[in-house]
């Protein structure tokens, strides 16, 4: 038995978390969820929309499943993703993007994950006023942090059975900082001999990305360039509906969707649960549920194949409808 910490979050959280929980529990993996509320809702009773229980129940648990939260606009409260991975050193930036049968997009064959540094960089938030008509903000770059993220990705392939880890830098104009990237990576690359090695600028990646992106594998990136790029790959493979993502840690995990709360859909049985049951299998894959992971991977494939799947996606099923197709298809497999 697993404890895993849930997040449902708020918006149509609640509503696509049910979904995934179901669907899980009727693969027949046994999970004991530790429900944790956190975001827009609990602030009024807790203060904060990201109580210290949520946090040590991740401690605790060690892996979590989070719903999207809304992050409060002008009252002073830090996002709630942003104080998780501060708080929980959550290091690295998984984002698999992937094509998904019957959901049209410009490219087949896109299978690239990427893997973006989550702590320093431009995103280290050093920034200074030099005057009125100038401000200036500092690029981090450390050999320690490159160092874990580049382990990070050569783990992740040998462990996912991929071929290629290509590293993205600017390095040819920030020799300093982005050139420490590239020679760590090199230095790491040399531990793992079974995985190819790449070197792409970040201009060209991303034309190369609009042209042929078929040919990418994993990439490993700084913070700012990862930003971008993932989102460039989620548009890839159809968008926000449908991207996964997590965020990972030494002692921590959790998986989540890339998209937001979706007030605008909140409550309706409207909203896709495909992008936070897709965090869920690779959830399963990250906790060594490897066959569960594929059966349910499976089920949900089938639904979307048959074109029995939210509105968003071309179908006219509700998120329980949706969800029900799946458990009738794990229950048929
Ligand atoms: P959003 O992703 O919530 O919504 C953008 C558009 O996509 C909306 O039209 C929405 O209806 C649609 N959409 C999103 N997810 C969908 C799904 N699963 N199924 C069907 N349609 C879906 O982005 P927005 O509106 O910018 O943000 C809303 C709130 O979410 C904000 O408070 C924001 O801070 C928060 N947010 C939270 C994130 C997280 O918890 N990881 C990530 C991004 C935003």
């Given amino acids: 038995m697993h404890n895993i910490t849930l997040i449902n979050g708020d918006g149509i959280g609640p509503e696509i978390s049910e979904a995934v929980v179901r669907i899980i529990e009727a693969s027949g993996l046994k999970i004991n969820w530790d429900l944790q509320t956190a975001g827009e809702d609990v602030i009024e009773k807790e203060g904060t929309p990201l109580p210290q229980r949520v946090l040590e129940s991740i401690r605790k648990n060690k892996v979590a499943l ?11 409260f830090r996002s709630v993703n942003v104080q998780l991975r501060k708080e929980l050193d959550l290091y690295a930036n998984l984002r698999p993007c992937k094509n998904l049968p019957n959901v049209k997009t410009r490219f087949n064959n896109v299978d690239i994950v990427v893997v973006r540094e989550n702590t320093e960089d431009l995103y280290a938030g050093i920034e200074r006023q030099v005057d009125e ?19 990070f990705a050569f783990d992740y392939a040998l462990k996912n ?27 790491v690359a040399k531990d793992y001999p079974q995985i190819k090695q790449r070197e792409i600028l970040v201009d060209n ?28 790959c989620a548009g890839l493979i159809g968008g926000l509906g449908v991207a996964q993502g997590a965020n990972i840690g030494e002692n921590c995990a959790v998986f989540e969707p890339v998209h937001g709360s979706a007030p605008d859909i909140k409550g309706q049985n409207k909203a896709n649960p495909t992008a936070l049951l897709l965090s869920a299998i690779e959830m399963l894959n990250y906790i060594e ?43 048929q497999a």
């Fill in 133 to 151: 008509n100038a401000a200036e903000s500092i690029k981090i770059i450390t050999r320690k942090a490159t160092e874990r993220i580049c382990r």
């Fill in 161 to 187: 059975g991929r071929k290629e880890v290509c590293v993205v830098t600017k390095a040819n104009i920030m020799k300093l900082s982005d050139g420490l990237f590239l020679n760590t990576y090199r230095e």
């Fill in 289 to 331: 549920e490897k066959a569960y992971a594929d059966k349910i991977e499976k089920a949900l494939f089938a639904a979307l194949k048959s074109g029995k799947c939210t509105v968003d996606l071309g179908g006219n099923l509700g998120t329980k409808e949706f969800a029900d197709e799946i458990i009738k298809n794990l229950h």
């Fill in 205 to 232: 990646l991303c034309m190369q990305l609009v042209q042929k992106p078929e040919q990418f594998d994993v990439l490993v990136l700084p913070n700012l360039y990862g930003d971008v790029v993932s989102d460039l």
């Fill in 66 to 76: 989070k719903a999207p939260v809304t992050t409060p606009i002008g009252k002073g």
